[in-house]
């Protein structure tokens, strides 16, 4: 089974397949659309686990960018009214 199958693209940070690399999964386009390596390593050098990693790692990215932009947000810090 796929492991990314029960995950929503929406939650997963990974982008959409662009029409440059129309055929390729997003799974595997994720890691070259995010400029960490280009389509012929994709094709060529990488293994399956090296991609993977490449994707966790976007993830993690992801992750983070979501925690920074909610500690940015203003809080109210207005008294509380009973």
Same mark, same amino acid.
């Given at each position: 089974? @796929?492991?990314? !199958?029960?995950?929503? =693209?929406?939650?997963?940070?990974?982008? !959409?397949?662009?029409? %440059?690399?129309? /055929?390729?999964?997003? *799974?595997? +386009?994720?890691? #070259?659309? +995010? /400029?960490?390596?280009? *389509? #012929?390593?994709?094709?060529? =050098?990488? !293994?399956? @686990?090296? #991609?993977?990693?490449? %994707?966790? /790692?976007?993830? #993690? =990215? +992801?992750? &983070?960018?979501?925690? =920074? *932009?909610? +500690?940015?947000?203003?809080? %109210? &810090? !207005?008294?509380?009214?009973?």
């Amino acid at each position: 089974p @796929d492991p990314r !199958s029960d995950i929503p =693209r929406a939650q997963t940070g990974l982008p !959409s397949t662009p029409d %440059n690399t129309k /055929g390729l999964d997003p *799974y595997l +386009a994720a890691p #070259v659309m +995010a /400029g960490l390596c280009g *389509y #012929v390593d994709i094709r060529d =050098r990488l !293994s399956l @686990d090296e #991609v993977a990693d490449l %994707n966790e /790692g976007l993830l #993690v =990215r +992801a992750e &983070n960018d979501r925690r =920074r *932009y909610e +500690a940015m947000k203003p809080r %109210n &810090n !207005s008294p509380r009214r009973g």
